[in-house]
T-cell receptor
Framework: DTGVSQNPRHKITKRGQNVTFRCDPISEHNRLYWYRQTLGQGPEFLTYFQNEAQLEKSRLLSDRFSAERPKGSFSTLEIQRTEQGDSAMYLC????????FGPGTRLTVL | AQKVTQAQTEISVVEKEDVTLDCVYETRDTTYYLFWYKQPPSGELVFLIRRNSFDEQNEISGRYSWNFQKSTSSFNFTITASQVVDSAVYFCALSGSYQLTFGKGTKLSVIP
């Protein structure tokens, strides 16, 4: 399969724990994006990479959130000290033109 | 700031009916792109179309058609002869450079 992949697909954690998600983009795409989607809403932009450089971060991305894209390939999104408000679907997209989305990681914080 | 409004929260149609999903946008950019994505119950966002702000020509792809009117800042999406498989949430989105700004989506239910 040559689409965007994300792991894990589901994550349940207790409040205060750290979680890390992984995104593998389409191989020839140099741009990678993270979005967050809550129930009944459209996806909201979190951050953007061009190759390994993180070029933009949304104000939604608090200090507890960090994203990396070492070597400009896969990316990780880490949330430290999770809160119940972090429960959402975390979507990754990659592009060379239009953005193609992965299946998402659904996070539930208990 | 960019904004996308999808005023229709939910629409139900009977199979084979035509349906139009509305999208109105706001932007100060002179060059921008408009998109439609489909999110079926499985959850994955599926890219449908991208249009740039300089191309107001309407587009048809099978049962799907898009009407872009810059004068009214609208980019509406019509499904002709709807089918049950069209049931999904449809998102309109706007981009000035890289990040996408999405509307809240319209949930379309096609009843057999």
């Amino acid at each position: 399969d040559t689409g965007v992949s994300q792991n894990p697909r589901h994550k349940i954690t207790k409040r205060g724990q750290n979680v890390t998600f992984r995104c593998d983009p389409i191989s020839e795409h140099n741009r990678l994006y993270w979005y967050r989607q809550t129930l009944g809403q459209g996806p909201e932009f979190l951050t953007y990479f061009q190759n390994e450089a993180q070029l933009e971060k949304s104000r939604l991305l608090s200090d507890r959130f960090s994203a990396e894209r070492p070597k400009g390939s896969f990316s990780t999104l880490e949330i430290q000290r999770t809160e119940q408000g972090d429960s959402a679907m975390y979507l990754c997209a990659s592009s060379f033109g239009e953005q193609f989305f992965g299946p998402g990681t659904r996070l539930t914080v208990l | 700031a960019q904004k996308v409004t999808q005023a229709q929260t939910e629409i139900s149609v009977v199979e084979k009916e035509d349906v139009t999903l509305d999208c109105v946008y706001e932007t100060r950019d002179t060059t921008y792109y408009l998109f439609w994505y489909k999110q079926p119950p499985s959850g994955e966002l599926v890219f449908l179309i991208r249009r740039n702000s300089f191309d107001e020509q309407n587009e048809i792809s099978g049962r799907y058609s898009w009407n872009f009117q810059k004068s009214t800042s609208s980019f509406n999406f019509t499904i002709t002869a709807s089918q049950v498989v069209d049931s999904a949430v449809y998102f309109c989105a706007l981009s000035g450079s890289y990040q996408l700004t999405f509307g809240k989506g319209t949930k379309l239910s096609v009843i057999p």
